[in-house]
């Protein structure tokens, strides 16, 4: 069973920065999509950045130019670097991976909920202002 853990959240002051990450174990990324997803108090979870296992990103209109995904694919961690953190940035923060594929799946795009399969339990992200 596939097992994603996130690290990383904590309290920051708007204009900071933080560093999220996801461990992924028995995973194996083929033709397919990691990707985060955050959930603010009272909203529905949206799409915040993907990569596939060839590197190719994509991210909400919010966050571009402020958040960066990357991947350590020999260790199996996906990576969230936010800068000039806001306080609309305040949310819960999802790691999430597509089933590894013999051809990429385009059903759904990167950053649609529906696109994944696994899920990690979430880290936290607090920004005041």
């Known amino acids: 069973q596939v097992q994603l853990v996130e690290s990383g959240g904590a309290s920051v002051q708007a204009g900071g920065s933080l560093r999220l990450s996801c461990g992924a174990s028995r995973y194996s990324w083929s033709n397919s999509f990691m990707a985060w997803f955050r959930q603010a108090p009272g909203k529905e979870r949206e799409g915040v950045a993907a990569?596939?296992?060839?590197?190719?990103?994509e991210y909400a209109d919010s966050v571009k130019r402020r958040f960066t995904i990357s991947k350590d694919a020999p260790k199996n961690i996906l990576y969230l670097e936010m800068s000039s953190l806001k306080p609309e940035d305040t949310a819960m923060y999802y790691c999430a991976a597509e089933p590894p594929r013999l051809v990429a799946d385009w059903k759904y795009l990167p950053l649609d909920a529906r696109k994944y399969d696994y899920w990690g339990q979430g880290t936290l992200v607090t920004v005041s202002s």
């Open positions: 990569i596939n296992d060839r590197g190719s990103t």
